[in-house]
């Protein structure tokens, strides 16, 4: 399938663009690699000045991206400003940090005045999902500009749009050319990018499908890669919980951009102490719901990002039920052709229905009952996956102390899960590996080059060639 924007709100097809042809393909091979060659030898300071002005252009034109991106796949209008907001503190953060972080670090070490120097590795391919579609590339791109390593994007085949205004906002920055280089490129040709001698690095976000693909892809040619992929995060409600403050972060942690993110609370494991009452309060949090025109400030709730996708969770929803699961709740059906999907609770899903430890992407919560915290903390942990999580516990330390129990990437205790520019972004077992953002994120595609310098090489009676733990004996 070519790419292409439709409005899932209206199903107009906005526009379509045809696969990169090869010699577009040679040419950005090309000059993301004379970029890589010259920005080695350059500081990074003469780079960060790109990032602040990106930061103001994507502030000054919030509303601009920010149409573009709710056009492409359907996300509240407002969700997607917060986006470019978002996009820009990231931009400014790697700006403000960048050159602290990269800082060389010294060694103490008896071979010699030894320090670690963070060097750009090389051209990067940055593969790229459709649920946050300027957040995902900012995520990527903002720290390895700072490093000076050049991007080659390949993004979401139903999110063009966004792919191309990215890349122009980048370019208005100042960006040299060959900084950000989207191509629209087919699956064979991915694989082929990743093969070039010219490429270092591949970065992906998306499904546990996408990533094991590309990530193979990556082994084989010796790459080195980060995967952030699926998850079934697990939402807790600890015994001692303030049931006021689930309530009211329960519902928008699963309906939040469509229920279409990985770090979604899609597994509602609630101890029996509060389950009646956690089950009411989220059928009227569903119910109250209001599905509509994405761009209207009243609506709650935005269609899903494809017709696809709405056929899959439906699919999803029924194999549940037709293994034994209860339809605890279904929003009241929506007048639009729009794909919607309609809100829904799904409860008694046991470890033999289909769908148990599946990821269900979309406006469906999954809710379990358990007897205490423990069963609460074993039942999150029985999972393929483990990206991310929420705890509700009466202190904030009894909450920490179960988070950090979960075999997981990131939690947050008595709080709304949140991605910030300084924060680690990732996750463990099937979610994938490598981090995102933070100082970690920073350092994921860095050639971290050990220099030693001495005056006189340190020799003894071995003759020169001496390695550090016959000296330690001598
Ligand atoms: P997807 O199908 O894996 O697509 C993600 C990207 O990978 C797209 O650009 C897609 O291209 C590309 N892709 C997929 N298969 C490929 C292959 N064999 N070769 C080359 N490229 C390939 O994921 P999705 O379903 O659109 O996105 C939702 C998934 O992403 C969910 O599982 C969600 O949890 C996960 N996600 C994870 C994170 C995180 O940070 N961990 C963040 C957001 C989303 P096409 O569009 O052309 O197919």
Redesign the pocket.
């Given at each position: 399938m070519a790419y292409q924007t439709i409005n899932p709100y209206t199903n107009e097809l906005v526009k379509e663009y045809p696969f990169a042809t090869d010699d577009e393909i040679e040419e950005a091979l090309s000059k993301t690699y004379a970029l890589y060659k010259k920005w080695r030898n350059d500081p990074v300071s003469t780079r960060t000045p790109v990032l602040h002005k990106l930061a103001q252009i994507l502030r000054d034109e919030k509303d601009h991206f920010a149409k573009i991106m709710t056009v492409d796949m359907g996300k509240l209008y407002v969700e997607s400003q917060g986006e470019v907001l978002l996009c820009a503190d990231i931009a400014e953060y790697y700006a403000d940090h960048a050159e602290e972080f990269l800082r060389p670090r010294q060694i103490a070490s008896i071979a010699g005045d030894a320090q670690l120097e963070n060097h750009p590795l090389g051209v990067l391919l940055a593969?790229?999902?459709?649920?946050?579609p300027f957040y995902?590339i900012m995520r990527i791109f903002a720290p390895n500009f700072a490093i000076g390593d050049p991007i080659i994007l390949?993004?979401?085949?139903?999110t063009p749009g966004s792919a191309l205004a990215f890349e122009d906002a980048v370019r208005r920055a100042g960006a040299p050319d060959g900084s950000l280089v989207n191509l629209f490129l087919n699956?064979d040709q991915?694989?082929d990018v990743i093969a070039d001698k010219r490429l270092q690095g591949v970065a992906?976000?998306?499904?546990?499908?996408?990533?094991t693909?590309?990530a193979s892809e990556a082994g084989k040619n010796l790459k080195k890669s980060t995967m952030?992929?699926?998850?079934i995060d697990a939402f807790i409600v600890a015994h001692d919980a303030d049931m006021d403050a689930v309530n009211d972060i329960a519902p928008r942690a699963r309906l939040y951009n469509a229920g279409?993110?990985?770090?979604s609370s899609k597994r509602f494991i609630v101890t029996e102490n509060h389950y009646d009452e956690f089950l009411a309060e989220l059928k009227k949090s569903f119910a109250a719901v209001k599905l509509g025109d994405p761009m209207d400030p009243n609506t709650t709730l935005a269609p899903m990002n494809s017709k696809k996708a709405k056929e899959k969770l439906q699919k999803q929803v029924d194999d549940a039920v037709a293994g034994g699961a209860t339809l605890a709740f279904e929003h009241d059906p929506v007048d639009s052709d729009g794909q919607f999907f309609l809100p829904t609770i799904l409860t008694d899903i046991k470890k033999d229905n289909p769908m148990y430890g599946k990821?269900m992407?979309g406006p469906v919560a999954q809710v379990y009952k358990v007897k205490d915290d423990d069963e609460a903390v074993e039942l999150a942990n029985d999972a393929d996956y483990g990206?991310g999580g929420i705890v509700f516990a009466g202190t904030a330390e009894h909450g920490a102390e179960l988070a950090s129990r979960i075999e997981t990437g990131q939690v947050y205790v008595n709080t709304f899960f949140s991605s910030l520019p300084e924060l680690e972004?990732?996750?463990v077992k099937n979610?994938?590996y490598g981090r995102?953002l933070g100082q970690t994120g920073l350092t994921s595609f860095v050639n971290q080059e050990l220099v030693v310098k001495r005056d006189k090489p340190n020799t003894n009676e071995f003759g020169g060639l001496v390695l550090p733990f016959h000296l330690h004996e001598n």
């Open positions: 593969v790229e999902p459709w649920n946050f995902q390949k993004h979401a085949a139903i699956y991915v694989s992906l976000t998306g499904s546990e499908r996408g990533g693909s590309v952030e992929l699926g998850g279409q993110v990985c770090t990821e992407f990206l972004f990732g996750g979610s994938g995102e």
